[in-house]
């Protein structure tokens, strides 16, 4: 298997290393929408989780659950429940420079410093993939070549940042 970085997993046991961001369990448990285009967020979403998920190695921290947590208490209790078995990873200081690091480089607004940390904690962890709905500060092109230089210039590899469609395989 080819990661990021031009790596190969010798052992075809090992699995690519996901960090899941709070969009993906917030598409997969929400009511069906009437909008087409998030409706097929939630498809698609539906469809990574059950023919896919099991491909990787997930991993999700104290900040997804914090997001999942929030907002309608029953609404809330089915994204923890998507979100009970998978393991997280520790907020390490490298977390928060770099995160520090992503806001002021990609001049992110003051709200989105959640989202710069969800980058950072991948790229900290050594995370071969961000999995994510939000398009706006995280699974953006735009940004892309900026995240990768800002991690780089920190001594860590951006992981390949993408949304369930994108990850969906062959």
């Known amino acids: 298997m ?17 960090y899941l961001e709070t969009t993906v369990p917030s598409y997969l448990t929400a009511r069906p929408s009437r909008d087409l285009i998030r409706a097929s967020h939630q498809q698609i979403t539906r469809e990574w989780w059950e023919c896919r998920r099991a491909d990787f190695e997930v991993f999700i921290s104290q900040l997804v659950l914090d997001e999942a947590a929030a ?3 029953a609404a809330a209790r089915e994204r923890l429940a998507a979100l009970k078995d998978l393991p997280q990873l520790d907020i390490k ?3 928060a420079t770099l995160a520090g690091a992503l806001v002021a480089s990609l001049a992110l ?16 962890h050594g995370m071969h993939f961000l999995l994510t709905w939000n398009c706006t500060h995280i699974a953006n092109a735009e940004m892309a070549v900026a995240i990768a230089r800002v991690c780089q210039e920190y001594g860590f590899t951006a992981p390949v940042i993408c949304t369930p469609e994108e990850l969906m395989g062959g």
Do not use: F, Q, W
Request: hydrophobic letters at 45%; charged letters at 25%.
């Open 2 to 18: 080819l990661l990021p970085g031009g790596g190969r997993v010798k052992n075809s046991l090992l699995k690519a290393r996901l």
């Open 71 to 73: 907002g309608d208490p």
């Open 93 to 95: 200081d490298d977390v």
């Open 109 to 124: 607004p003051a709200k989105a410093s959640t989202d710069a940390a969800h980058i950072a904690l991948a790229a900290v």
